[in-house]
């Protein structure tokens, strides 16, 4: 089993800009996939932004050119730089991993007008 740790949601204008973590409880081999989702209230639970097991990273059409998926230096982490926040970004954000199909217990991103 693995535990996945959210860090870096919060409240931010229109405009700005947070970087999320995910620290895993153990390595996650690149062979698995690993991102995120979020859930804005009354809406079903979306990617964001994922690596896919074979290398490639996807991201959700809304995000593309605004937001940044990376990896920790160590293994077990993974970031997603976001920026040009705007308030349709307004969601708990989850991070995932394919490895026991894990979640994480999500971090709230609060986007003003």
């Known amino acids: 089993q693995v535990q996945l740790l959210e860090s870096g949601g919060g409240l931010v204008q229109a405009g700005g800009s947070l970087t999320l973590s995910c620290t895993a409880s153990?390595?996650?081999?690149?062979?698995?996939?690993m991102g995120w989702y979020r859930q804005a209230p009354g809406k079903q639970r979306e990617l964001v932004a994922a690596?896919?097991?074979?290398?490639?990273?996807n991201y959700a059409d809304s995000v593309k050119g605004r937001f940044s998926l990376s990896r920790g230096s160590a293994k077990n982490t993974i970031d997603l730089q976001m920026n040009s926040l705007t308030p349709e970004d307004t969601a708990v954000y989850y991070c995932h991993t394919e490895l026991f199909n894990s979640w994480g217990q999500g971090t709230q991103v609060t986007v003003s007008s």
């Open positions: 690596f896919t097991g074979s290398g490639v990273t």
């Open positions: 153990r390595t996650i081999f690149f062979i698995n996939a």
